[in-house]
């Protein structure tokens, strides 16, 4: 079953980038296929707390404010340094996440730019 956000237009890189849809509270509530892929079946992913999955090297505070402040709708879209937690995630190197509001229902959309792997 799909679903249909809306998101600005710059938070979005490429087709196919892996991408996670996390609530106010942190949890990750949906996960793109590319994202499975790099961070873990979707089953493992729902309900837990995107900070098992992602940190980010300017600190998981700065983090979890930016994807708090996107759920709660802000028009920002915020860019951080981000690792991910997973041995065959973190292998890719560094990564960046691109911070944006979605919905509905409001949510926050973290981008995994898969550009940054390639420098």
């Known amino acids: 079953m799909g679903v249909l956000l809306n998101v600005h237009a710059s938070a979005l890189a490429a087709p ?4 996670m ?4 509270d942190l949890r990750v509530v949906a996960v793109s ?7 873990g079946a979707e089953a493992s992913l729902l309900s837990h707390s995107l900070l098992s999955t992602l940190s980010s090297s300017s600190g998981d505070e700065v983090l979890a404010r ?4 996107a759920a709660m709708g802000s028009r920002d879209v915020v860019t951080l340094s981000v690792k991910a937690a997973s041995a065959s995630a973190r292998d890719a190197g560094p990564l960046e996440a691109r911070i944006a509001a979605c919905g509905p229902p409001r949510a926050a959309l973290v981008v995994i730019d898969l550009a940054v792997r390639a420098l």
């Open 33 to 39: 296929e590319s994202a499975e892929a790099m961070f």
């Open 16 to 19: 196919g980038d892996p991408f």
């Open 21 to 24: 849809v996390v609530s106010e």
């Open 66 to 69: 930016a994807v708090r402040r």
